[in-house]
């Protein structure tokens, strides 16, 4: 959401950084986050001046790992049942878990999954399926690709998922996050705009701008993150938030849009009275392509959606939605994100991440809500144990700062207040969204994939 302070003088020139290319991808500061003892959200860039850093790090994969691991392929599957034999082998034998293991073997997307039934002496089995390729650690700490630098889906992202819809269950989990302001700091707002001037002279707008932006700050104070069916301890947790929070930022010129595109700022002409804007993301929910027979899974599309709605502030700071078409500049926002996610995420891995969290949902649903469970005989309990897999390992979230942009548009001060990301999981496996595997290309591709025979083999090209 944003607010806006009214003032009238008017600056032509705001920058908000929009015209930053998509072919710079390999230039642009790499963006993560960071979280305090108290649990406070910071934005932090990562400087890696010529890329050198990176060149290193992509030098020492090609030395370390196996070539067929390190190579990339549109289709590398991995066998759950015995990426689940092989976790538990090291365990057993007090190891750590490596690098292949907790990286999935490089894998980027799970675009496919698919189920094998049990047979006589034949053990059934559930394999997930994606592009893949060798990794390292980019300089904010992602685990990324060593061509297409996109982000590696971590064996803990996948426990989570499954976590979330435990085949013992019939809940409809709803996963997401928001960050909101306090109803009482957004009462504070409303009582500081009314100490705004009617009209500001040019001579004391920069000092009219800091007074503004502090006391905007001060007022709103922190805003409180919450997470939904996962913990916020989680990697998959912190994935949401820092996609959520970073949007909105590119909304109003505090971060540069990664490609060339539509912000807020940017398409902001002339801003309602008393009227703020809600974004948050959502799934692509016409996104699963299923067989008849519900063996085998698809995600097509590119799965994100940005949205949207207006939200009108009362004097004591409760937020209503408006009935009316959400305003053109938030609208345009919206549209401009949507269509050109697919650039963002190869530019932002973080937003590729987004992805990647709303396809393994997705699965995990899939898988529990056809009971590939039972018909595989893969119970998946070492996977879904947090004692086995760790991964409520990291500091929680729980505030960040209502950020203030200190630039003018259309005689407003732009505050952000607000958004989150919603997934509801369940919703995308309705029949009104389901597509048909009308050519059979799915289950023609299921028996083409089949399944390694090593034993000892979980991932195979």
């Excluded at 305090?36 to 290193?56: N, Y």
């Excluded at 907790?102 to 980027?108: E, K, P, S, T, V």
């Excluded at 909304?251 to 912000?263: R, S």
Aim: glycine letters at 8%; aromatic letters at 8%.
């Amino acid at each position: 959401m944003l607010a806006a302070l009214p003032a009238h003088a008017q600056d032509s020139k705001g920058n908000n950084g929009s015209d930053i290319n998509s072919a710079t991808t390999v230039q642009l500061p790499t963006f993560g986050v960071s979280i305090d003892a108290e649990g406070v959200l910071d934005v932090k860039t990562f400087s890696d001046p010529g890329g050198r850093l990176r060149l290193e790090r992509m030098a020492a994969v090609k030395a370390d790992l196996p070539a067929d691991l390190r190579k990339f392929t549109k289709l590398r599957k991995i066998s759950l049942r015995k990426l689940e034999a092989a976790i538990a082998e090291r365990l057993k034998a007090g190891k750590p878990l490596e690098a292949e293991l907790r990286y999935l073997a490089g894998l980027q997307r799970v675009q496919f999954a698919f189920c094998y039934e049990a047979s006589g002496d034949e053990p059934g089995d559930v394999v997930l399926a994606g592009p893949a390729e060798g990794w390292f650690a980019d300089p904010s700490g992602r685990i990324v690709g060593v061509t297409t630098q996109r982000p590696v889906i971590l064996l803990e992202d996948l426990a989570v998922a499954l976590r979330a819809f435990d085949p013992s269950k019939k809940d409809r989990p709803f996963l997401g996050c928001t960050i909101d302001p306090t109803q009482e700091g957004l009462a504070r707002f409303m009582e500081f705009q009314k100490t705004v001037p009617r009209s500001i002279p040019d001579a004391t707008r920069e000092e009219a701008t800091v007074r503004m932006t502090s006391g905007s700050q001060e007022a709103l104070g922190m805003a409180q993150i919450r997470t939904f069916a996962v913990s916020p301890r989680t990697h998959f947790a912190q994935v949401l938030i820092e996609a959520d929070y970073r949007m909105k930022r590119i909304a109003i010129g505090l971060e540069p849009p990664p490609v060339k595109m539509v912000t807020f700022l940017a398409a902001l002409d002339s801003p309602r009275e008393a009227t703020l804007q809600r974004w948050w993301f959502t799934p692509d929910y016409d996104c699963v392509r299923s067989s008849e027979d519900r063996l085998a899974m698809e995600l097509v599309g590119q799965g994100v959606k940005l949205q949207t709605e207006d939200i009108r502030l009362s004097p004591d700071g409760k937020m209503t939605a408006v009935a009316e078409k959400p305003g053109k500049a938030s609208r345009l926002y919206c549209e401009s994100f949507t269509k050109k996610y697919g650039e963002i995420s190869a530019a932002s891995p973080v937003y590729a991440q987004l992805r990647c969290m709303i396809d393994l949902s997705i699965a995990a649903a899939f898988l529990r809500k056809h009971d590939f469970y039972a018909k595989s005989g893969w119970r998946g309990e070492l996977l879904r144990n947090e004692k086995s897999i760790p991964c409520e390992t990291l500091p929680a979230p729980k505030q960040v700062p209502c950020g203030v942009n200190a630039l003018w548009k259309a005689n407003r001060l732009l505050v952000p207040t607000g958004g989150g990301v919603s997934i509801v999981p369940d919703d995308a496996l309705d029949e009104k969204h389901l597509q048909a595997d009308k050519n059979g290309a799915i289950m023609e591709l299921r028996g083409e994939v089949g399944r390694e025979n090593d034993e000892k083999q979980w991932w195979w090209d």
